[in-house]
């Protein structure tokens, strides 16, 4: 028994046979066959019949969809064909509806409800969440790194595999340590793999006071390499642990100090672009911005001094509460930004 289906098509009603003949063929449909009461109309691989037949309650509800790849070309061409003038139809606009198909809708002649559309493509799903990272530093005795991260650094100790390998763990922050063979770098004394003027940091770790955290690892014998200094960005020292790996902790200074942008860090080209970003607070002193672009910014309170914006591009833009002393802005281009705002930040 062959239950193969070939085709199916729609019978729609036509109060003018004639009338809705030509108007499909006004947008392109093709008519292969026809007589005094039915049509045959096809376009690509669709096709239905256009029959003579005509009841207002059974054509102010008929409704046929047509699936394309391009609906937004489709209404380009509805409105080039000149039908919605020459048969007095209506024309929607295009739209995305909730049913994830992006279409417009066309009435024929008769009233036949036409929905002309192209499906929308599934959202992606968001990518997996990374949960932490953890650098794995190389340790000659598990059993004394493992001592001195839990007694003098005060981490808890997640978990020991197989007696060379484990984890420990502070307020979410995790370094694996692994008893193994020391690698080539690492067997070097510590002398030839530090940089001029600094040591060679493993781990940067961030903490919300540096200096309290210090005088804590004082307090339990910890190696201290680097003592408690105050840097740009923010207050730091250094912990060394017995197998020579330097842990760096870095925490913002008591005035809350903010970001200082100078001239020095920035390279001449290309041209900087902040993008996306949130820099309330941030200091920028001594600094060449030129032909910069600024796009989607956050310079809430932000301090300018010394500054060349020429040629500059700002597009949404929160000058909020921002001072801007001693600027070029000559070719400047500004596009969202609130110029109450930017008059307040030169003339605060």
Known sequence: MNLQAVEMKAFVP???????????????????????????????ETAFFLQRFYLPEHAGNFMMHLLVEDADAWHVHVLASGVVERFGVRLGAPADRPWRIRDFTLTDPTGVLWRIGHNLPLPMPPPPRLNYLAPVLHVADLRSAVACYRDRLGFDVEFV????YASVMRDGCRIHLHAAAPTAAEAKPSATRTPVGEASIDVCIGTADAGALAACFTSTGATISLPLR???????????????????????????????VQQSDIPHEPPLAFEHRSLPGC???????????????????????????????????DFSGAA?????????????????DLLRARNP
């Not at 595999?161 to 060379?164: E, K």
């Not at 920028?284 to 932000?302: E, G, M, Q, T």
């Open 161 to 164: 595999h197989a007696g060379f």
């Open 230 to 260: 105050s840097m740009p960005y923010g207050d730091e020292f250094q912990v060394r642990d017995p197998d020579g790996h330097v842990l760096a902790f870095v925490g913002h200074a008591a005035d809350e100090r903010q970001p200082v």
């Open 283 to 317: 200091v920028f002193r001594d600094v060449n911005l030129r032909a910069a672009r600024f796009d989607d910014v956050s310079l809430v309170a932000a301090s300018f001094a010394n500054v060349s914006f020429a040629g500059a591009t700002f597009r949404d833009v």
């Open 324 to 340: 801007i002393a001693d600027a070029n802005v000559d070719g400047m281009t500004i596009d969202g930004v609130a110029i109450a």
């Open 14 to 44: 036509a109060r003018d046979l004639a009338v809705s003949k030509a108007f499909y063929e006004a947008l392109g449909f093709l008519v292969p066959w026809f007589d005094d009461d039915l049509a045959y109309v096809r376009h690509d």
